[in-house]
């Protein structure tokens, strides 16, 4: 039947009780049923399949970068709380793990390094509280930290919905187990070295070994400070020595952009430099 | 103007009263008389199960959309994902519904309402948390107005986390509370890490404390 567009269609008189008034919404409401069921479908031309997905049975094809469970790769997990530094929601938390010596969890870690310690940080996730929007995996230097397709998270207590560190662990059959270390925070620590006191504590808690001490400016009584310096080719950008420093004498700035011949940096004054021109200078000054 | 004499004799309005008034007048005599075990078991076996069967099997949500959840929910009941299949018939007015399904940060000046949506839906009723903003505030958990969980003034039953929850989560929590409804003759359900907790409504709550209670009921097993 045709929509009526004109006037003279409206004044039309629409035929009902003839035979074409009957017929051809039956045979249009026949020709749709046909189209639209189950079996019969696939026989008549323009056949449609079926749109409802049937979803305890038939789970739908999820895209690849879905961010379900979150699972850790233990292997590769360095402890540098990094996550929970960049979480919007706060709900990443850390859990203590005392360890065997020569585990393969103590690979990474800095506690292989430092012979006393036996134990590892491992994160903790609260799942009811995680704004599931990928900032820890984005930032994680080490690639430790992976979402998988599980969705299905729904419980019957809020207490549930805390999951340990353990139980987010990936299997270990699935990590391939190469650490490549990246700083994606874009971000490196500066020293002043006034202010140092250098009591060695960034370079025990940096977990990427990157901290050297050699000597710095004496002190009143003439002997020489140890004073922090940086492999920013290693460093990671996890603020871990900003945050144990006693005498904030660490600050974190921004890295410019990775070159060919190394790192550049961009000072507080908006001039990008050669990182070694920058340290040289700071040297000099230093000396003077 | 009723007469305070006249007043004793109402009974309440209230369903769960109802229910103790035929306790202690219907069903008390009947006990008592010859067909008084045939009656308990008729009462808990077949008609039991045949309420609970009905009960599980049309869970009516209260159609009330907070904020960005609520586009998921209607996604739930559109033809690719129907909830329907499992009796899942949004519903306007709250005496119609079973599920008060709750998507979004609840404001302190919204909680009030939410309460007494609550307190206007006929028993049994359950309480879904869907959406990480109404189990614990989510990006709000800072703010001066945002209730930190559904949790604090209503018993709520199922906590959905995601952000927003998919459609296809959305369903797992609706099956899984027809499991908790299902699991109302024996009282006990197991949760995903296999810890088992009560299973009859509002019994993890105590809110004449005003509280959730972390306490876990005793395991029988």
Redesign the interface.
Known sequence: MKSPKTDDDLTQVRPSGTIGGMVRPMIATIKQALVTLPVVNKLVPGGRKPVTHLYPYQKVELPSAFRGQHSIDWFKCIGCELCAKVCPNECIYFEFHEIEPESAWLHPSRAMLDEMKKVVRRPAVDIGHCLFCGNCMEYCPTDAWNFTQEFEHADYAREDLYYRSEELRMPAENSDKEIILINRMGEHPICEVDVCIGCRRCERECPTRCIDMPDGPNDRKGKPIVVPEFDYTKCIGCQQCVDVCPVDCLYMEEIGYKDMSGFYHINKQGEVKLLEEQTEEGIARAAK | MIQRAEQSNIVGLRSKDFLKWVDENIDAPLKRGPGGKMLKKMKEGLVGEFFNWAKRNSTWPLHFGIMCCAIEMAATSD????IE?FGVIYRSSPRQCDVLLLNGPISLKLRPVVRRLYEQMADPKWVIAMG?CT?????Y?DSYSVVK?S?TFVP????????PV?P??L???F??LNA?IKAERTGW?R???G?T?S?REGE?MNLEEGE?T?EVPQDRR
């Open positions: 033809p690719r994902y129907d299949r990480e189990i614990c505030g989510g990006p958990y969980g949790y709520t039953d199922i906590f959905i986390p995601g952000c998919r296809e989560a369903i797992d929590g099956l899984k908790k359900i949760t995903k890490k810890r907790v299973a993890l959730y972390y």
